[in-house]
């Protein structure tokens, strides 16, 4: 399985700032994600992170509030944004293997905005 | 697209009981349905998958079933132990490389 590391593991920030999480793998993936989950919630894709192009967004998320980069097949970046409360959630990276279907999550990141 | 249906939303066992969680899904293209292990404060953990080509699956005490014509599986968790409690999802994914769309959870409570 790979292994999937995210930075920072949590933190608090100020309304209007904004963040950027990294999610780092130990090995190659097809296939990065980027998801929320708020409080008691279910998972939420963001988007789809695409190596070398623009970044695939589901319906409500938007590249200037949620700008991805994937420079690489083992890293990504998440920024939030011009964040607010409602920001306030777990990040949470995901990356898919080449070879399986099987879908791996990193840590998550937990974002407080004050 | 897809659309992934949960129930029930929480669930309490008693220790040494069943538990079944169930799912359906609306996409008769999706082909791939894991299920995941969320403990409280931790990242999911895939625990079974199964794909379209097979009805059960099984590995120790965690079994999953699918039914494709009526488009729904299920999980099944015998002998239950208080570390089974969790929040379980199911998913659902179209196509090797396409997402996954997620239940809405089941929060399971073993009780000793």
């Known amino acids: 399985s790979a292994v999937i590391s995210q930075k920072p593991s949590r933190d608090i920030c100020q309304r209007g700032t904004s963040l950027t999480i990294q999610c780092q793998v130990d090995?190659?993936?097809?296939?990065m994600f980027w998801y929320r989950q708020q409080p008691g919630q279910s998972l939420t894709l963001i988007a789809t992170?695409?190596?070398?192009?623009?970044?695939?967004?589901e319906s409500g998320f938007v590249i200037d509030k949620f700008p991805i980069s994937r420079p690489n097949l083992t890293f990504s970046t998440l920024t939030v944004s011009n964040m607010s409360p409602e920001d306030s959630s777990i990040y949470l990276c995901?990356?898919?293997?080449?070879?399986?279907?099987?879908?791996?999550f990193g840590p998550g990141t937990r974002l407080t905005v004050l | 697209g897809e659309n992934v249906e949960q129930h029930p939303s929480t669930l309490s066992v008693q220790e040494g009981d069943s538990a079944v969680i169930k799912c359906t899904y609306s996409?008769?293209?999706?082909?791939?349905f894991p299920w995941y292990k969320q403990e409280l404060g931790k990242r999911p953990q895939l625990i079974i998958d199964?794909?379209?080509?097979?009805g059960e699956k099984k590995d120790q005490r965690i079994a999953v079933t699918l039914n494709k014509t009526a488009k729904h599986f299920s999980l099944h968790i015998t002998e239950t132990q208080p570390e089974d409690s969790a929040v379980y999802f199911c998913?659902?994914?179209?196509?090797?490389?396409?997402?996954?769309?997620f239940g809405t959870g089941t929060s399971l409570t073993v009780i000793p």
């Open positions: 996409d008769s293209a999706s082909n791939y």
């Open positions: 090995s190659q993936v097809t296939m």
């Open positions: 998913a659902a994914s179209p196509n090797t490389g396409n997402q996954f769309y």
């Open positions: 199964i794909r379209s080509n097979v």
């Open positions: 995901s990356v898919r293997t080449g070879l399986t279907d099987t879908q791996y």
């Open positions: 992170a695409n190596q070398g192009s623009e970044a695939t967004y």
